[in-house]
């Protein structure tokens, strides 16, 4: 997998790797991530690829890191 360039983001970091005929989105929000892969067959370059990061689909990604460290801190709150 090779790094091509980090997107700057307020919540979140955004990181473009290529691996195989796949762009690879990796977001990090503090211990949590989230990883979507982009064929290169419906994405060809790097800009196509990365025209899915409209506001919208950042929003739902943000989402998903508030549900997710909610599911974490009640598993670790229970102990």
Do not use: C
């Not at 196509?48 to 997710?68: C, G, H, K, Y």
């Amino acid at each position: 997998m090779r790094w091509i360039e980090n997107i700057p983001n307020k919540n979140f970091t955004i990181n473009v790797y290529r691996h195989q005929e796949h762009y690879i989105l990796k977001f990090e929000a503090g211990p949590m991530e989230q990883t979507y892969k982009i064929p290169m067959g419906l994405r060809p370059d790097l800009e196509a690829a990365t025209q899915i990061l409209t506001p919208e689909f950042l929003e739902e990604v943000r989402l998903q890191f508030n549900s997710m460290y909610l599911s974490l801190k009640k598993e670790l709150d229970k102990s």
